[in-house]
């Protein structure tokens, strides 16, 4: 591979916004909302508490969008912790990207993607699918389509996330069209059996993701004002599309048929359509999470580049294709140990279960920086100025920081296990710093 230096400007905001969306509609949206209608027992407070969750995920898309438009360089907050903070921080973030953000995240999408294709073959009389294979030869093949170039990988993505999209409201616009649903449901109401803090964490999740476009922002045209389109027309796209949904979800079922149920998409379908039209809401899940997949192959190693062009990482990550104007290499280190995680655990919950705290903590650190930065740098061209500065800020912070209390609290092993990842860079960090120190002394 001969290097090409920097990243190309290739990338259109419409394909970033692709990503965050892509980043966005996966596996949550079709499985919180029978945990919230058991916690809430009200379909107003579940559609207020999904709003409530776009506002803050839209806070947090606003933050990034003054960072990236002012700062649009590959590596999201790597880029805005480092100018902020200094190295250590990013690394730490850079760190957990690769360990947990990204890495840990695309393994569990996709042996959840495998699932749920198993489930689509089998409905249709076919043999089932080996998780772990199938979650391999679809990473795989998504690896080999982004380290072409940003122009195959990227018309790739913005062919899943629209049929993602396409298949959303098809399943909404044909519900309420033909579907056998009630709108007396929406005056249903049940027992409250949680409280609005677990709520919150789950509607969260199924909004994390927004950050995405901020990852490519060395590579959008016009950064400043692609990135912000990207981050905040993705993220609005999104809030749409849950907010349809769940209205869907109320149409087809009471709020006490509701009630925790776990696979809420394909339990509405049958109760619109019939038993037979859980195989396709199953495929649309599927659709949607190998979208986010490829969103993940596509944004992660960016990343991991910005690191290495830092030398925190061996230089030859931060080398691009002269020719396909891609970091493959970084590509290729996140899919090796992607590999590795699927076949070493080869299950959903033991890599998901652990990661919420490390990526909370350090996307309220990164939104902070937009203050922090402000106060710092106030001469930093800011092509785009947060709106509603600082109080969104703040009060996304605030919020972050009422969920990081409530997950030590509640689930001190696997937060434990989240310190101890992002701990384990520590060392590593000033070891990398004594051999940068030691390779400049023999040269």
């Given at each position: 591979?001969?290097?090409?230096?920097?990243?190309?400007r290739e990338?259109?905001?419409?394909?970033?916004?692709?990503?965050?969306?892509?980043?966005m509609?996966g596996?949550?949206?079709?499985?919180?909302?029978?945990?919230?209608?058991?916690?809430?027992?009200?379909?107003?407070?579940?559609?207020?508490?999904?709003?409530?969750?776009?506002?803050?995920?839209l806070?947090?898309?606003?933050?990034y969008?003054?960072?990236g438009?002012?700062?649009?360089?590959?590596?999201?907050?790597?880029?805005?912790?480092?100018?902020?903070?200094?190295?250590?921080?990013?690394?730490?973030?850079?760190w957990?990207?690769?360990?947990?953000?990204?890495?840990?995240?695309?393994?569990?999408?996709?042996l959840?993607?495998?699932?749920?294709?198993?489930?689509v073959?089998?409905?249709?009389?076919?043999?089932?699918?080996d998780?772990?294979?199938?979650?391999?030869?679809?990473?795989?093949?998504?690896?080999?389509?982004?380290?072409?170039?940003?122009?195959?990988?990227g018309?790739l993505?913005?062919?899943?996330?629209?049929?993602?999209?396409?298949?959303?409201?098809?399943?909404?616009?044909?519900?309420?069209?033909?579907?056998?649903?009630?709108?007396?449901?929406?005056?249903s109401?049940?027992p409250?059996a949680g409280?609005?803090?677990?709520?919150?964490?789950?509607?969260?999740?199924?909004?994390?993701g927004?950050?995405?476009?901020?990852?490519?922002?060395?590579?959008?045209?016009?950064?400043?004002?692609?990135?912000?389109?990207?981050?905040?027309?993705g993220?609005?796209?999104?809030?749409?599309?849950?907010l349809?949904?769940?209205?869907?979800?109320?149409?087809?079922?009471s709020?006490?048929q509701?009630?925790?149920?776990?696979?809420?998409?394909?339990?509405?379908?049958?109760?619109?359509?019939?038993?037979?039209?859980?195989?396709?809401?199953?495929?649309?899940?599927?659709?949607?999470?190998?979208?986010?997949?490829?969103a993940?192959?596509l944004?992660?190693?960016?990343?991991?580049y910005?690191?290495?062009?830092?030398?925190?990482?061996?230089?030859?990550?931060?080398?691009?294709?002269?020719?396909?104007h891609?970091?493959?290499?970084?590509?290729?280190?996140?899919?090796a140990?992607?590999?590795?995680?699927?076949?070493?655990?080869?299950?959903?919950?033991?890599?998901?279960v652990?990661?919420?705290?490390?990526?909370?903590?350090?996307?309220?650190?990164?939104?902070?920086?937009v203050i922090?930065?402000?106060?710092?740098?106030?001469?930093?061209?800011?092509?785009?100025?947060?709106?509603?500065?600082?109080?969104?800020?703040?009060?996304?912070?605030?919020?972050?920081?009422?969920?990081?209390?409530?997950a030590?609290?509640?689930?001190?092993?696997?937060?434990?296990?989240?310190?101890?990842?992002?701990?384990?860079g520590?060392p590593?960090?000033?070891?990398?710093?004594?051999?940068?120190?030691h390779?400049?002394?023999i040269?």
């Amino acid at each position: 591979m001969k290097e090409g230096g920097r990243l190309v400007r290739e990338i259109g905001w419409p394909t970033a916004a692709a990503v965050v969306i892509a980043n966005m509609v996966g596996t949550g949206i079709f499985t919180t909302s029978g945990f919230l209608a058991r916690d809430l027992g009200s379909p107003w407070r579940l559609l207020a508490l999904w709003l409530v969750g776009g506002a803050i995920a839209l806070a947090g898309a606003l933050a990034y969008a003054e960072l990236g438009a002012a700062m649009p360089e590959a590596g999201g907050e790597y880029i805005y912790l480092r100018e902020a903070y200094g190295p250590l921080m990013a690394y730490l973030s850079g760190w957990t990207s690769f360990f947990i953000g990204f890495s840990g995240a695309l393994a569990a999408a996709l042996l959840g993607c495998a699932a749920y294709l198993t489930h689509v073959v089998e409905a249709f009389g076919a043999a089932p699918l080996d998780p772990k294979i199938t979650a391999l030869a679809t990473l795989w093949a998504l690896t080999a389509a982004h380290v072409a170039g940003a122009g195959p990988g990227g018309r790739l993505q913005r062919a899943l996330t629209v049929a993602t999209i396409a298949a959303i409201v098809g399943l909404v616009a044909t519900g309420f069209a033909v579907g056998d649903g009630t709108v007396a449901n929406f005056r249903s109401s049940g027992p409250a059996a949680g409280n609005v803090a677990v709520s919150l964490i789950f509607v969260l999740y199924g909004y994390s993701g927004w950050n995405a476009a901020a990852y490519l922002a060395g590579e959008v045209f016009e950064p400043e004002r692609g990135v912000p389109r990207a981050l905040l027309g993705g993220t609005a796209v999104v809030i749409a599309l849950y907010l349809g949904l769940n209205c869907l979800y109320l149409y087809a079922l009471s709020i006490g048929q509701m009630a925790g149920v776990l696979a809420i998409g394909e339990q509405a379908a049958r109760a619109l359509f019939g038993p037979a039209a859980a195989r396709w809401v199953a495929a649309i899940i599927a659709l949607a999470i190998l979208s986010s997949a490829s969103a993940m192959v596509l944004a992660g190693p960016r990343v991991y580049y910005a690191m290495a062009r830092d030398h925190m990482l061996p230089r030859l990550f931060a080398e691009v294709s002269a020719r396909r104007h891609t970091p493959a290499r970084a590509i290729l280190l996140q899919s090796a140990w992607t590999s590795v995680v699927i076949c070493f655990f080869g299950t959903f919950e033991p890599i998901v279960v652990y990661t919420g705290f490390a990526v909370t903590a350090f996307a309220a650190t990164a939104v902070a920086a937009v203050i922090v930065l402000r106060m710092r740098r106030p001469n930093l061209p800011r092509p785009f100025r947060m709106w509603g500065y600082p109080w969104l800020a703040l009060a996304y912070g605030v919020v972050s920081l009422w969920i990081i209390v409530y997950a030590v609290a509640s689930r001190p092993i696997e937060t434990l296990s989240g310190v101890i990842t992002v701990g384990t860079g520590v060392p590593i960090y000033y070891l990398t710093r004594i051999w940068k120190r030691h390779r400049a002394g023999i040269r």
